[in-house]
């Protein structure tokens, strides 16, 4: 591919994201006639219209945007590889992350003004979703996740562990009554959470008599998001079980009240997973580096909400 080629794509996206060629060549540092000819150009050697245009605004074609998406990842992985071997360049460019809602809310957003001061040239496109994502079909470049991972081709790395609570609204418990052993559960209500396409329920873990219990409640309202759950919890539908770090707020504030405390000793794990490459991007690598500092430097901030864990790498997948 020519350097000329690269040169165009990169006109094209601009002009793709900014939505107008004026506001493109303002970024780019280039003529308006130059931005328009760059487009044309790029469709004439590609024989197809990428974008339709009105004297008031331009849109994709159904090619354009399988383009733009190709162009994206083709034009990151060239920056990529140029900082690989540049000792003096900074990480840069787009890092794609995905996290669970819960953690972006309690952990990730909070903290993430400090990573943007430290690596101003990475920007990060954050999805979020309680669901698993495939890492390689939707261009992400790592994932944070909790729970035991399995083995694969993905290299994970684990950052600490999250405590667990098990909780419910006063008026829930008012209405029914307050569990005072695991045991007493069979007769209450729960909001349970469950896995997007396995539809895998996730089991409610207690120590009791020195032994470890799994319980799953027989009454039970079943959700597949975190935030949902949060709600249904608040709305006194049921019990519930989930990270301590998104629900100590509400429990503060006497929105909800912890249940089974002396019980509830379990913890969930949380990774970072990323694509097992002969070379990782300078700005994976600086991400996956923060990530565990973060975990390790805040644990007394975050008032032993989450544990953090001594770093270990190994090939694994997210649940």
């Known amino acids: 591919m020519s350097a000329?080629?690269?040169?165009?794509?990169?006109?094209?996206?601009?002009?793709?994201?900014?939505?107008?060629?004026?506001?493109?060549?303002?970024?780019?540092?280039?003529?308006?006639?130059?931005?328009?000819?760059?487009?044309q150009q790029l469709e004439d050697d590609l024989g197809t219209r990428l974008m339709h245009r009105t004297t008031r605004r331009i849109s994709l074609t159904s090619e354009g945007e399988a383009f733009l998406q190709r162009a994206k990842m083709l034009l990151n992985d060239v920056d990529d590889v140029m900082a690989s071997f540049s000792s003096t360049r900074p990480p840069r460019g787009r890092l794609r992350v995905d996290t669970p809602l819960s953690l972006a809310h309690a952990i990730l957003i909070p903290a993430l003004?400090?990573?943007?001061?430290?690596?101003?040239?990475?920007?990060?496109?954050?999805?979020?979703?309680?669901?698993?994502?495939?890492?390689?079909?939707?261009?992400?470049?790592?994932?944070?996740?909790?729970?035991?991972?399995?083995?694969?081709?993905?290299?994970?790395?684990?950052?600490?562990?999250?405590?667990l609570v098990t909780c419910a609204a006063p008026a829930y418990l008012d209405r029914c009554g307050e569990p005072k052993t695991p045991d007493d559960l069979a007769g209450h209500n729960a909001v349970m959470f469950f896995a997007g396409h396995s539809r895998t329920v996730m089991d409610w873990?207690?120590?009791?008599?020195?032994?470890?219990?799994?319980?799953?409640?027989?009454?039970?309202?079943?959700?597949?998001?975190?935030?949902?759950?949060?709600?249904?919890?608040?709305?006194?539908l049921g019990i519930l079980q989930g990270i301590h770090a998104v629900l100590a707020p509400h429990l503060q504030a006497g929105r909800l009240v912890e249940v089974l405390g002396e019980y509830t000793t379990a913890a969930k794990p949380v990774s970072v997973?990323?694509?097992?490459?002969?070379?990782?991007?300078?700005?994976?690598?600086?991400?996956?580096?923060?990530?565990s500092e973060l975990f390790a430097a805040n644990g007394d901030r975050l008032q032993g909400l989450l544990l953090p864990e001594k770093?270990?790498?190994?090939?694994?997948?997210a649940p």
């Open 4 to 39: 000329r080629m690269f040169e165009l794509m990169n006109i094209f996206v601009e002009v793709a994201e900014q939505g107008s060629f004026a506001r493109a060549a303002d970024v780019l540092h280039l003529h308006r006639p130059a931005v328009t000819k760059a487009i």
């Open 273 to 291: 997973l990323y694509p097992d490459r002969r070379y990782l991007a300078p700005k994976v690598r600086v991400f996956v580096d923060w990530l």
């Open 113 to 163: 003004s400090a990573f943007q001061a430290r690596y101003p040239d990475i920007e990060i496109e954050l999805t979020s979703s309680d669901h698993r994502v495939d890492m390689v079909a939707e261009g992400i470049d790592c994932v944070i996740r909790m729970g035991e991972l399995q083995d694969s081709s993905l290299v994970s790395r684990r950052l600490g562990e999250a405590r």
């Open 205 to 236: 873990r207690f120590t009791q008599n020195g032994e470890a219990r799994i319980l799953r409640p027989a009454r039970t309202m079943l959700v597949d998001n975190s935030d949902i759950l949060l709600s249904c919890g608040l709305a006194g």
């Open 311 to 317: 770093q270990s790498t190994s090939r694994s997948t």
